[in-house]
């Protein structure tokens, strides 16, 4: 089975700073990898996904993330944070059967 | 476009009691899917279907009962609620088959259950 691991419980950076949210996965084919944020008493929103047609993947609100092979790594950036990225982040890969594996989640913390 | 629904938002349970979470979606999508959240944990698959009259076992069934008797509605039951089962619980859906693997999953705005 698939599994995921996202380093960092909780991630706080300041307003303007560089976000860095990390993801490891484990596969031994091609994963199909996605990034999904959650705000407060919401549901998941997706943010982007790595679909092999490139490695560096552009989402929503500025958030990118880059497909490493050889590290067997999706991390999530973006350039400067802003109050509203304050949220959950959740990488998650696809499975076989179309079954979504989740890392554990990063709670972001954007301070003033 | 409404896309998942789940009801009711919040539910409170004395142990023991039992109840129907009810998610629907107007997406025409094959597979549906509960997940429950817990801190630090993530989101954990309880049941999936990949199609009306067809369901499995996720990774945390025990529990829970699904049915799949439309292709828009997955409703999920607890038998006899106990407080291990407070967790908020998301109803997932999406395409699937070959060459929809890289399509995204919708969720719901969960329901969040807690079991006294």
């Known amino acids: 089975a698939q599994s995921v691991t996202q380093l960092g419980s909780h991630v706080s950076v300041s307003e303007g700073a560089l976000v860095l949210l990390r993801c490891n996965y484990s596969?031994?084919?091609?994963?199909?990898l996605f990034w999904y944020v959650q705000y407060p008493n919401q549901g998941l929103q997706l943010l982007l996904k790595y679909t092999s047609a490139a490695t560096l993947v552009k989402g929503i609100n500025g958030f990118e993330a880059e497909f490493k092979k050889s590290e067997t790594s999706f991390h999530l950036t973006k350039p400067s944070a802003h109050m509203s990225d304050a949220a959950e982040y959740f990488c998650?890969?696809?499975?076989?059967?179309?079954?979504?594996?989740f890392g554990a989640g990063t709670i972001l913390r954007v301070k003033s | 476009n409404a896309g998942v629904t789940q009801t009711p938002k919040f539910q409170v349970l004395k142990t023991g009691q039992s109840m129907t979470l009810q998610c629907a979606q107007d997406?025409?999508?094959?597979?549906m899917s509960w997940y429950r959240q817990d801190p630090g944990m993530g989101l954990r698959l309880i049941h999936y279907?990949?199609?009306?009259?067809?369901?499995d076992q996720g990774e945390v069934p025990n529990g829970y009962n699904v049915s799949r008797s439309t292709t828009e509605d997955f409703p999920l039951r607890l038998l006899s609620a106990a407080p291990s089962q407070t967790s908020v619980y998301f109803c997932?859906?999406?395409?699937?088959?070959?060459?929809?693997?890289?399509?995204?999953?919708?969720f719901g705005q969960g329901t969040r259950l807690t079991v006294v």
């Open positions: 998650a890969v696809r499975e076989g059967g179309n079954k979504l594996v």
């Open positions: 279907s990949v199609g009306a009259g067809i369901t």
């Open positions: 997406m025409n999508h094959e597979y």
């Open positions: 596969s031994s084919v091609p994963p199909y």
């Open positions: 997932a859906s999406s395409l699937t088959g070959l060459g929809k693997l890289n399509t995204e999953a919708f």
